[in-house]
């Protein structure tokens, strides 16, 4: 009797720490994350703006982003749970994507932001790419077209070197890109 009671208590310490480490506590994790997240919604700063939550590296936990504009995203954050707290991975400009913009991702962890602007003689437009360890984004890419209006010449770039058309098509084409579609959002004004 006494080695089962030894045996169970081992056996009981040994499930309270493999639930621990193993994270079992996912569920009050989740309350906690998504009640800061409410938070953050609720903030003045974005009446009016969209809001979608997204699993951006395929991890199970869903990221916020928030984006800014009506008919297409004119700019935005991301915030993501990590390590007990909800952190800011992303704000773009000043929340300003350009004339167009737009989030995009690839589920193995990456971040597009896409936007472009025009300068009365060029159309620029502007990829960055981005990897997401969970906590932090990484410039992977900086990718440019830029469109000479008048002769309709464009020029690629790479992390700010001319490339081929090719080369560039070569480095989107790599990715599985989802769009983060604004129309997908919910308004804030529906919490």
């Known amino acids: 009797m006494v080695l089962t009671r030894k ?3 081992i056996l009981i310490a040994f499930l309270s720490a493999f639930c621990f480490l193993s994270g079992c506590n996912k569920k ?5 994350k998504e009640k800061e997240y ?30 800014t504009g009506t008919a297409h995203s004119s700019g935005g954050k991301i915030y993501a749970y990590c390590d007990n707290q909800v952190i800011e991975i ?29 300068d009365g ?29 008048d002769t309709l010449e464009y020029k690629y770039l790479l992390d700010g070197k001319v490339v081929t058309e090719e080369e ?6 790599s990715f599985d890109i989802i769009c983060i579609n604004i ?8 919490l």
């Open 38 to 67: 409410e938070q953050i919604l609720q903030n003045d700063e974005f009446a009016g703006y969209s809001y979608i939550y997204i699993d951006i590296n395929s991890d199970k936990k869903d990221e916020l982003i928030i984006m």
């Open 121 to 149: 003689q060029n159309v620029n437009n502007y990829t960055f790419i981005y990897d997401f360890d969970g906590k932090k984004l990484a410039l992977v890419y900086e990718l440019e077209t830029i469109c000479n209006m």
């Open 168 to 173: 560039y098509n070569k480095i989107l084409e």
């Open 90 to 118: 992303f704000a773009d400009n000043e929340s300003e994507f350009g004339g167009y913009g737009s989030f995009y991702y690839d589920k193995r962890g990456y971040v597009i932001e896409y936007y472009d602007n025009c």
């Open 28 to 32: 009050n994790d989740n309350i906690t």
């Open 7 to 9: 045996c169970g208590i």
């Open 183 to 190: 129309y997908d959002c919910k308004k804030i004004e529906d």
